[in-house]
């Protein structure tokens, strides 16, 4: 039911970029409204469109990682390595960098990055769980490690 609400959203959306390609905020909330529709890999030409006129947009980056994140880890973390190096105090992307590296089988990296982010956001209940899941991943735990990015989640500020 949303997900067809979130398609006439997209298209509304590409149509105002379309209209007014300087619209501030206006291709985030398009590659938002892409990936509640179920259509993130659709997302990235607006994305590097966002990057190209804006190079140091920390959203951009984050949205487009966690896009690329299952198919281009190695762009993925490079995405976000750079976000970090423009926003140093964001905890969502060390979280989001975890991920990556959960995701690669990287549990001690993870883990590192999961304490990064509890030290900025110590009672959050999302740190807790993804530094048990490294942690069992750590201890040998699965073959395969489960991580939020199969939700390709997109992070809005």
Same mark, same amino acid.
Not at 54 to 81: E, K
């Given at each position: 039911? %949303?997900?067809?609400?979130?398609?006439?959203?997209?298209?509304?959306?590409?149509?105002?970029?379309?209209?007014?390609?300087? *619209?501030?905020?206006?291709?985030?909330?398009?590659? #938002?409204?892409?990936?509640?529709? $179920?259509?993130?890999?659709?997302?990235?030409? %607006? @994305?590097?469109?966002? *990057?190209?006129?804006?190079?140091?947009?920390?959203? +951009?980056?984050?949205? *487009? +990682?966690?896009?690329?994140?299952?198919?281009?880890? +190695?762009?993925?973390?490079?995405?976000?390595?750079?976000?970090?190096?423009?926003?140093?105090?964001?905890?969502?992307?060390?979280?989001?960098?975890?991920?990556?590296? @959960?995701?690669?089988?990287?549990?001690?990296?993870?883990? +590192?990055?999961?304490?990064?982010?509890?030290?900025?956001?110590?009672?959050?209940? #999302?740190?807790?769980?993804?530094?048990?899941?490294?942690?069992?991943?750590?201890? $040998? $735990?699965?073959?395969?490690?489960?991580?939020? *990015?199969?939700?390709?989640?997109?992070?809005? %500020?």
């Amino acid at each position: 039911m %949303y997900e067809r609400q979130f398609q006439k959203a997209a298209e509304n959306l590409d149509f105002a970029v379309e209209l007014d390609p300087e *619209l501030p905020g206006a291709r985030l909330l398009l590659c #938002d409204a892409l990936r509640k529709a $179920g259509r993130s890999e659709e997302s990235i030409p %607006y @994305l590097n469109e966002e *990057l190209r006129r804006d190079p140091r947009s920390v959203p +951009a980056r984050m949205n *487009l +990682a966690a896009v690329v994140a299952i198919d281009q880890p +190695a762009q993925a973390l490079q995405l976000l390595t750079e976000a970090q190096r423009l926003n140093p105090g964001n905890p969502h992307i060390s979280f989001q960098m975890g991920e990556v590296r @959960l995701s690669q089988n990287q549990p001690a990296e993870a883990i +590192a990055c999961f304490e990064q982010t509890q030290r900025m956001m110590p009672n959050h209940p #999302d740190v807790a769980a993804a530094l048990k899941r490294a942690g069992h991943a750590a201890r $040998g $735990g699965s073959k395969r490690i489960r991580s939020q *990015l199969g939700e390709r989640q997109i992070w809005n %500020y």
